[in-house]
């Protein structure tokens, strides 16, 4: 049961020598570090980006273009930067793609600025990283969290609803997504009669906080909840009797496709904002859900779009002939095209996504709950919040 | 709703946590008790029936869960106690913390090979779904279930300490286990049963909890840490001591939510770190 | 009682100079896995003198390790004060917090000291989450690494870097075992072996278990600066029970009370869990089942069951000569 530090040193490093042999041996190939979570709480989006990426990979043909390195980030900033810098200074890749929590963006927005390598945002929509924090290196095509939020308060108070309680989880993602919609919401002369931060992936019962929200006789309860805490807020909401007297309303991944069936009968009736819908009924996205659902036996989620989006972007700025460093950049914030969301661009002045935001009611369907389309906010664009490119 | 309903509702709201902290901790403090076994795993086994009772109820619905999942949990909890506890009774505790925590990462894991990454939710059953009205104020009925499941084990697990011959001899082991050896008490055949009862416990705050929650690998993670909190708090082994710590911590964290959010979580901590300094064995020990 | 044998020196020369061996052929990823191989084992060596020497549980070290690089990032991020002056702050306030949680925990005994110290680390781990100011969930970057271009090195390469993570590791390893042979180690010692006799020979029991605590602090402390300069960023994931478990159970593979079986334990976890995720998601899995192999295999860990074997094996060797 000893242990020879030397002798496992050298099997490495013979390892990672024949690893770093084999891009070279191929070096037409585009390297592309795919940065997402596999394990922790977060690992479902991680294998819903990835399957949408590669959706559109071999729907294109263009698998045998890429070298593609896969890191987990777990749900850990530090872990993420570190697998960053491993993916840029060991494997040299020429882009990054993915990053699903804002934490781990944050942590390596930096280091991907400094190091000049493009980063292909899938998820995070932490609004700093197309504002004050922008970098021409950094792209966005997923969404950020006020471009989901913002055309809620509009849309709500000019449906007729005056008073909204609001309720969020205590973290960044939880107070940008109500300050966005707060100051929508009150400009179209709504009001705000309360305001509630749970404590983040701690709170488990909701009970206390619903029981203030009823008693404040708000018309809406406003929230921002994702993952379990989504499961959990929506039943306890529905089990409180709350749905006869306030509606509920979210921007965001309150109903995301992927656990909405979990939440069963309490989501219908919820409206929640998103940028992707699979019911939408474009050819774009017809192809998409069909090519998906052959591969995989279920339907796509907001964050296989995302993915695919992705991979889009990036075999775009292939065909324009760019594969690394400031060009790629610079042709990624290029991108725009008829995406199964709709049409999308690459806003030239923060590099965040422009695109159509779906309000839409979770209603029972024949496998399932699934959504009916409300309303369609066109292009919706972020102000540059202090982002110089 | 009216200021008075407002705090009745919630504390019925912190009734029902307080019983949800019981199911989970009293099978923990009973084989803490007569054990002097540290079972981390006890979370994990709580995740295992919620899972199981998920499964179940797709097929047999939500009773066929609520009856199955606890004894699926004991089947299990026989098996470890076949193949690691029974060897590590004597151990001392450093071992017992550290195996069973490796328990939790195996758990973990298996569930997301299992089950998958997504979390997943379980509808209550129909007979207790929607609301009904108690004391003037409007209520989910499936947390009154909750609340009268929760009392009513209660009752049943103190008349069984305290008035059968069963009781004796768990009471007696955990009091002095050479002396309850010496009386002629089997005390491993004791030991087994109350560990397989202390499973199924866990299974069933498991199965009663889903419902109310959602159903992820790690959520055996987030009640660990309350449910120990309750233990030391009222005192190992002790019933009354799990049933006061249950309280504490379950009013605690509603009201400390309702009161003030940022806080809660903290409160708890401190009221832990409070007893240990003041009373360190715990306000209850069962022995003196 | 500790003694620095023949076999912990052989053992703790070999693996550092594997280490540097590995900063030196190992390319960046290999000198990353080193620094975070090293920090761990810093971490594990700092759980090691109290579980091991002192027989006092600690469920609160990820928090210690937490609150001096939270320190040291504060002081350099958010106040712009000089690296080389945070440093030493933060390892003091980390020394003192250890000191106070010591003291405050040392009433308690077994599982009851372990709830203890879990509860004091949630609580620091609670306040930094709810710290606005530090950033909360999503934790606080621009952390500044010490500036060595005075004496020509560039701290900012991974290569320095990594060697100075291997020399405060046998500076931390030198350090505890100077405390533990030192009158007050064999005070500790006896602690463990039997608190009550030493109370009543006049023994302040609490107070040596308040310092010992302290001391762990400081190598914890001296891991948390190192890990906030390495990334250069902190998160509050550092405070997390979790990270005090995996402490612990780096201790335990690797062997405790043996001061050089948590470096061993620390940097088989580090290579391993690199080896493992590359080729599943689960590492998890297989780090709970080397785990409850350990203790059931008789707990010894690694390095313990080779110097099981080793002084086994000599003394029957010399009882075949007599």
């Given amino acids: ?389 | ?288 | 009682m500790f003694h620095q044998t023949a076999l912990k020196s052989v053992t703790l020369v070999i693996l550092l100079l594997g280490l540097g061996a590995y900063v030196q052929t190992g390319g960046y990823y290999g000198r990353e896995l080193v620094i975070e191989a090293c920090i761990l084992a810093m971490l594990a060596l700092s759980v090691d003198v109290v579980a091991g020497y002192g027989g006092m549980i600690s469920m609160c070290h990820g928090a210690l390790l937490g609150a001096a690089a939270y320190a040291f990032a504060a002081m350099t991020a958010l106040l712009g004060w000089p690296p080389s002056l945070s440093f030493v702050i933060a390892i003091v306030a980390s020394t003192l917090l250890a000191t106070a949680i010591g003291a405050v925990s040392s009433r308690t005994q077994g599982i009851f000291f372990i709830m203890a110290t879990l509860a004091f680390g949630q609580m620091v781990y609670v306040m930094i989450f709810d710290a606005p100011m530090l950033g909360g969930d999503d934790g606080m970057a621009g952390v500044k690494r010490l500036n060595l271009d005075l004496v020509g090195i560039n701290f900012k390469k991974s290569a320095p870097f990594a060697f100075a993570c291997i020399a405060l590791l046998a500076l931390s390893y030198g350090l505890a075992a100077l405390m533990l042979r030192s009158g007050f180690g064999r005070t500790l010692s006896g602690v463990k072996a039997n608190e009550d006799r030493l109370r009543a020979l006049g023994v302040r029991v609490w107070w040596v278990k308040a310092r010992a605590f302290g001391f762990s602090g400081l190598l914890a402390g001296i891991a948390g600066v190192m890990a906030a300069q390495h990334t250069q960023f902190v998160s509050p994931e550092l405070l997390l029970w979790t990270l005090s478990g995996e402490a612990l159970v780096v201790v335990i593979l690797g062997g405790l009370g043996t001061l050089v079986g948590p470096l061993v334990g620390a940097i088989a976890l580090v290579f391993v869990k690199h080896e493992i995720s590359s080729v599943t998601h689960y590492w998890h899995l297989f780090i709970g089942i080397a785990l409850i192999l350990t203790v059931l295999a008789g707990g010894r860990g690694l390095y313990g069951q080779f110097e099981y074997v080793v002084t086994r094996a000599r003394r029957r060797r010399a009882k075949d000569h007599a």
């Fill in chain 2, 1 to 288: 709703m009216s200021d008075t309903g407002f705090w009745i509702v919630q504390t019925l709201n912190g009734v029902q946590l307080s019983l949800l902290y019981f199911l989970l901790s009293v099978g923990l403090t009973v084989i803490f008790g007569l054990m002097h076994f540290v079972n981390l795993a006890h979370g994990a086994l709580y995740a295992l029936g919620a899972y199981v009772s998920v499964t179940v109820s797709a097929v047999l619905g939500y009773w066929g869960g609520f009856l199955l999942a606890p004894v699926a949990v004991a089947v299990v909890g026989i098996g470890l106690y076949l193949l690691l506890i029974r060897r590590l009774r004597h151990a001392d505790h450093m071992n017992q913390v550290l195996v069973t925590f490796g328990l939790i990462f195996v758990f973990t894991d298996l569930f997301r090979i299992g089950w998958g990454d997504i979390d997943l939710g379980l509808e209550p059953p129909t007979l207790f779904s929607g609301q009904s009205t108690v004391f003037g104020v409007v209520y989910p009925t499936y947390r009154l279930f909750v609340i009268a499941l929760g009392l009513v084990i209660m009752a049943a697990l103190a008349l069984v300490l305290t008035r059968t011959q069963i009781g004796a001899m768990i009471r007696a082991g955990v009091d002095n286990e050479d002396m309850a050896a010496c009386l002629g008490i089997d005390v491993d055949r004791v030991f087994f049963g109350v560990f397989c009862m202390g499973c199924a416990l866990a299974g069933l705050a498991g199965v009663v909890a889903a419902p109310v929650f959602s159903v992820t690998p790690a959520m055996g993670d987030s009640v660990l840490i309350p449910a120990l909190i309750v233990v030391v708090i009222g005192g190992l082994g002790s019933l009354r001591g799990a049933v006061v710590g249950s309280f504490l911590v379950g009013f605690i964290q509603t009201f400390g939510a309702v009161i003030a959010p940022q806080l809660a979580a903290m409160i708890t901590y401190a009221l832990l770190a409070a007893v240990l300094i003041l009373r360190p064995a715990g306000l209850f020990p069962a022995r003196s």
């Fill in chain 1, 1 to 389: 049961m000893s242990f020879r530090p030397t002798t496992r040193a050298t099997a490495l490093c013979a390892a990672i020598t024949v690893g770093a042999l084999s891009p070279l041996a191929a070096q037409a190939k585009t390297s592309v570090g795919l940065l997402l979570p596999y394990s922790g709480v977060f690992a479902a989006l991680g294998n819903e980006i990835e399957a949408g990426f590669t959706v559109a990979m071999e729907a294109a043909g263009a698998t045998d273009q890429f070298d593609i390195i896969k890191e987990d980030t777990e749900v850990k900033p530090p872990v993420g930067l570190a697998k960053a810098r491993k993916l840029v200074l060991e494997d040299e890749v020429d882009v990054i793609v993915g990053v699903v929590s804002s934490g781990v963006l944050g942590a390596m927005r930096d280091f991907v600025h400094d190091a000049e390598v493009p980063l292909l945002v899938a998820n995070a929509g932490n609004d700093h990283a197309t504002g004050e924090q922008c970098s021409p290196y950094i792209t966005r095509v997923s969404f950020s969290n006020a471009q989901i939020n913002r055309p809620m308060g509009d849309w709500l108070a000019g449906s007729g609803v005056k008073t909204a309680y609001i309720m969020a989880a205590d973290y960044a993602a939880g107070h940008q997504t109500m300050a966005a919609f707060k100051e929508s919401f009150t400009a179209a002369g709504g009001e705000i009669v309360g305001e509630e931060y749970t404590p983040f992936r701690k709170t488990k019962d909701f009970g206390p906080y619903l029981t203030k929200a009823k008693a404040s006789g708000a018309e809406a309860v406003y929230v921002f909840y994702a993952g379990g805490e989504a499961i959990s807020f929506v039943k306890q909401y529905d089990s409180f009797g709350l749905k006869d007297q306030m509606g509920l309303y979210s921007g965001g991944f309150l109903t995301s496709p992927l656990y909405v069936n979990a939440e069963g009968p309490a989501a219908e009736g919820v409206i929640t904002a998103l940028h992707y819908m699979p019911t939408l009924d474009t050819p774009e996205n017809k192809a998409f859900v069909d090519a998906y659902t052959a591969k995989y036996g279920k339907g796509p989620s907001e964050f296989a779009v995302q993915g695919y989006d992705a991979a889009h972007a990036l075999l775009s700025s292939q065909a324009d002939g760019e594969t690394r460093g400031a060009e790629l950049s610079a042709a990624l914030s290029r991108y725009s095209a008829n995406s199964p969301r709709g049409p999308i661009s690459i806003d030239p002045a923060t590099n965040n996504i422009v695109q159509n935001i779906y309000i839409y009611e979770t209603v029972a369907g024949e496998n399932g709950l699934t959504q009916r389309l409300i309303d369609t906010v066109e292009n919706v664009q972020d102000a540059p919040n202090g982002c110089v490119l």
